[in-house]
């Protein structure tokens, strides 16, 4: 659930940063514009948010036609699930196309719905534990204290009204001196997923 209509409440769902990995918005490494990793088509109907984190990808540009395949790796009968968070995507480490600088740090998200999510959970004045279970991978809950803090929100907002517009534009000049590696991809733990139809 998102905030009231005025904007002041918001109450967290335990929505993990997985629901927002269906599309990623990325620097494409043949032409400097945005690229998207997609799900590969043809694969069965998501059943968990979590099955993203295995499931074949595909790096597609609209602007050089550039694209690439991602498969999971194999242990056993599991698929070894990516880590999702920092400002590289997971599948082929491709820095986010959506990053701007923000109070002395980096501001970053995968898609435009990630946005609107953020934006909704910082400008909430309130901001309430709706899921009726605590989720370890819960997304809010994990955001840096700089992201949650008062103090920053009017930083964070601009940033993230940057990033709107950065979510609609495609062109490598149109490319945030940000969008580029920070070196703070999540340290990979390498879980295993037994799910059907990840090629």
Sequence with gaps: MGPTESGERHADDGVPLARFADTILVVCPRCG??????????????????????????????????????RAGRRGSGAVGVVLGGTEEPFFGRPLWLQVPCAGRVLWAYNDRHVTALEEYVAARLREHGAPYSSTRAMFPRLPAWVKSAAHRPAVLKGLAELHTLAGRSAPADRSAAAHAHGDRPRPYGSLHFVRGTD
Excluded: I, K
Excluded at 46 to 59: E, I, K
């Design 33 to 70: 514009g945005r690229a998207s990793v997609v799900q590969r088509p043809g694969l069965p109907e998501l059943r968990y948010a979590t099955d993203l984190l295995v499931w074949s990808r595909r790096l597609v540009c609209a602007g050089c036609g550039r694209t690439d395949d991602w």
